[in-house]
């Protein structure tokens, strides 16, 4: 049974109702303009005068002005709170990629949930925020980042890998949580890096989004 509430041949932008950087949320529209917002997403959508194509989540934060100018059908309640507002709106998505604005910075154990279910999340997600990108590591992604840019990584569970194009290469390591972790490598040519299995996050300087998205194929 397909229980996508949104579908799009073309990659999505996912607003949240975190740290707010209109910024960060334009570089999203312009690859992505179709806007679904996560609950109070909605709220921060309306004011940058963006109306959602649709808004997913349980309501308990979204605003009645927002739910007086969306129209009804539009809004989509999910009310079963086993999972955040995120997870909802990513399950109920089907696109080549959803590109996520107002989700990082604030509250850190927002965050922290967020990171958890983008780890998990088998699509391709970019978490777009004032000053980093963050995204699920695939078993094996290309990157042709300028040198010296900072390059980490973060482990959500037991995972390892291979590398070039990092000062200090992963190979042989085993990253964990509680373990070792990857953060604040530097590039020093085009990046190769593969991974044994699902968890680990990347996280680059918002400067590198482009590049992503070329790696995705989702831009030429």
Same mark, same amino acid.
């Given at each position: 049974?397909?229980?996508?509430?949104?579908?799009?041949?073309?990659?999505?932008? =996912?607003?949240?109702?975190? /740290? +707010?950087?209109?910024?960060? &949320?334009?570089?999203?529209? *312009? %690859?992505?303009?179709?806007?679904?917002?996560?609950?109070?997403?909605?709220?921060?959508?309306?004011?940058?005068?963006?109306?959602?194509?649709?808004?997913?989540?349980?309501?308990?934060?979204?605003?009645?002005?927002?739910?007086?100018?969306?129209?009804?059908?539009?809004?989509?309640?999910?009310?079963?709170?086993?999972?955040?507002?995120?997870?909802?709106?990513?399950?109920?998505?089907?696109?080549?990629?959803?590109?996520?604005?107002?989700? =990082?910075?604030?509250?850190? /154990? +927002?965050?922290?949930?967020? &990171?958890?279910?983008?780890? *998990? %999340?088998?699509?391709?997600?970019?978490?777009?925020?004032?000053?980093?990108?963050?995204?699920?590591?695939?078993?094996?992604?290309?990157?042709?980042?300028?040198?010296?840019?900072?390059?980490?990584?973060?482990?959500?569970?037991?995972?390892?890998?291979?590398?070039?194009?990092?000062?200090?290469?992963?190979?042989?390591?085993?990253?964990?949580?509680?373990?070792?972790?990857?953060?604040?490598?530097?590039?020093?040519?085009?990046?190769?890096?593969?991974?044994?299995?699902?968890?680990?996050?990347?996280?680059?300087?918002?400067?590198?989004?482009?590049?992503?998205?070329?790696?995705?194929?989702?831009?030429?």
């Amino acid at each position: 049974m397909n229980n996508k509430i949104l579908h799009s041949a073309e990659p999505v932008t =996912l607003v949240g109702g975190g /740290d +707010h950087d209109e910024i960060a &949320l334009r570089e999203c529209l *312009r %690859y992505a303009p179709k806007v679904v917002a996560a609950d109070s997403g909605a709220d921060v959508a309306l004011s940058c005068d963006i109306l959602p194509h649709a808004v997913i989540g349980d309501f308990d934060s979204l605003s009645d002005a927002a739910k007086a100018t969306i129209p009804p059908e539009r809004l989509h309640h999910v009310g079963e709170q086993n999972s955040t507002d995120f997870e909802k709106c990513l399950r109920s998505i089907e696109a080549p990629a959803v590109l996520c604005a107002g989700f =990082l910075g604030a509250r850190l /154990d +927002h965050q922290v949930a967020v &990171l958890s279910v983008l780890a *998990r %999340y088998e699509g391709r997600c970019l978490l777009v925020g004032a000053v980093d990108i963050v995204f699920a590591a695939p078993r094996h992604i290309a990157l042709d980042l300028p040198l010296g840019s900072r390059f980490s990584l973060f482990p959500m569970g037991a995972v390892t890998g291979r590398s070039s194009g990092l000062r200090w290469p992963i190979d042989g390591l085993d990253f964990a949580p509680d373990g070792r972790i990857g953060t604040s490598n530097e590039v020093t040519g085009p990046v190769d890096l593969e991974t044994d299995g699902a968890g680990m996050l990347v996280i680059l300087p918002r400067s590198g989004f482009a590049q992503v998205l070329e790696a995705w194929g989702v831009i030429g």
